[in-house]
């Protein structure tokens, strides 16, 4: 897991910079200590799923076939359309 620092400094981090569960561990750091006085936040990860899944959209969209629409021209005596 990973924790982004949010005080001025800790462990040789600066604010906004990330640090990993196992270095922190390293130092003998008590992270629930540091995550309640607010030096630490939990880092949130964006899952790389749903980039996937963006791209597999563009494949869809770039492999769609091209289908021209259909043009209706209307009869001026019964309003009905034909092809």
């Known amino acids: 897991m990973e924790y982004?620092?949010?005080?001025?400094?800790?462990?040789?981090?600066k604010?906004?910079?990330?640090?990993?569960?196992?270095?922190?561990?390293?130092?003998?750091a008590n992270i629930q200590k540091h995550l309640q006085s607010g030096r630490l936040k939990?880092?949130?990860?964006?899952?790389?799923v749903q980039e996937a899944v963006k791209q597999e959209a563009v494949k869809q969209e770039q492999?769609?076939?091209?289908?021209?629409?259909?043009v209706f021209v209307f009869n001026k005596y019964n309003n009905e359309g034909d092809k």
Do not use: D, H, M, R
């Open 42 to 48: 939990k880092s949130v990860n964006v899952p790389k």
């Open 63 to 70: 492999q769609a076939p091209k289908v021209e629409p259909e």
């Open 15 to 28: 604010p906004g910079e990330k640090i990993t569960e196992k270095e922190l561990l390293a130092v003998g």
């Open 4 to 13: 982004v620092v949010t005080s001025k400094s800790l462990y040789g981090k």
